[in-house]
């Protein structure tokens, strides 16, 4: 068959059965756009493979299952999508019960036992000395960091790299603990 007669023999079917196939792949995904999109890809999917399909009797038809299978192809990667979204929100949903039920838990007058004290100070002891020392007179003494940097010859920034370094091995330390029990270091001690 010569190029005419396939331009000719699509046109004709593209002008005959466009609306038709929209109309079926709307029923399975819901979405004008997307049926649009998945019709002409089965028309192109034709098109570019008419010269192997000459033993093709019903080109209709064949689009009509070649768009059959895009839709199904479509409908299972929505699904797949749907289940990954599905299990986010659940461990989304499990992070968010946890952290209820860690809250429930929390006990403030247990905060400031000294049992948690002790915790807190073996944590401080893994600390280097200048650290700790820091640390201890900006959340124990209540100093700000432009006095600590005063007293310490050092500069405002060095202040905050041994409080983030103190804090940073704490959450590491306490992390088996209750989340609440960093209350007790990154609030009430915060300057």
Known sequence: MDEKADIKRFNNIFVTHRDRY???????????????????????????????????????????????????????????????????????????QMRISSLEACEPETLFSNEVQELVNQALAKLPEKSRHIFIMSRYEGKNYQTIAKETNLSVKSIEFHISKALNLLRKELKDYLPCLLFVVDFFYTP
Not at 53 to 64: A, R, S, T
Not at 71 to 87: G, K, M, P, S
């Open 22 to 96: 929209i109309r079926f792949a709307y029923s399975y995904t819901y979405n004008q756009e997307t049926a649009e999109d998945l019709v002409t890809e089965s028309l192109m999917y034709y098109w570019e493979n008419r010269h192997r399909l000459e033993e093709v009797k019903d080109i209709p038809l064949y689009i009509l299952v070649t768009l059959k299978n895009k839709c199904l192809d479509y409908l299972q990667r929505e699904r797949t999508w749907n289940n990954i979204a599905e299990n986010l929100l659940s461990n989304k949903e499990w992070e968010l």
